[in-house]
């Protein structure tokens, strides 16, 4: 269906043409405002189960006063865990992946400072990593 433009339309079109009149750019005034999203990410890869949670500990309080919201930690899939040959450890806490997010979750002082633990990451086996979302900063 061709539907004919009105001379209406065509005139609207011819005065837009004409015009010295300028145009709100809206991409500009999108683009200026500020980024409020601030990410980080941490590297647990070589550390003991007790390093990689004092450096948690740590680094979510040191994220949390410099006002991040979101840190990546990279843990590893756990492939290469030694703990993994031992059958008096558990398999699943052993491992950085599934030990860091619980310790967090059990710490009630770090977890008054965040939103959520991407537990769906910690439990996906062909991820290395998991996101925390921190709170603002009041």
């Known amino acids: 269906m061709i539907k004919k433009i009105s ?12 015009s010295t009149d300028r145009l709100e750019n809206k991409d500009q005034k999108i683009s200026s405002k500020p980024n409020r999203y601030i990410k980080k990410s941490i ?12 450096k948690m500990n740590s680094y979510i309080e040191e ?19 030694k703990n993994l040959n031992d059958p008096y450890q558990s398999n699943n806490l ?34 290395g990593n998991f996101d925390i979302f921190l709170k603002k900063k009041k």
């Open 94 to 127: 052993s491992i950085l992946k599934h030990s860091v997010p619980n310790f967090i979750k059990r710490n009630n002082q770090l977890m008054s400072k965040i939103i959520s633990i991407d537990f769906e990451a910690v439990e996906n086996p062909s991820v």
């Open 63 to 81: 994220c949390f006063i410099l006002g991040v919201n979101k840190i990546n930690v990279i843990t590893g899939k756990g492939l290469r865990s």
């Open 43 to 54: 590297d647990l890869h070589g550390y003991t189960l007790e390093e990689a949670n004092q």
């Open 7 to 18: 001379d209406k339309d065509k005139q609207d079109w011819q005065d837009f043409l004409n």
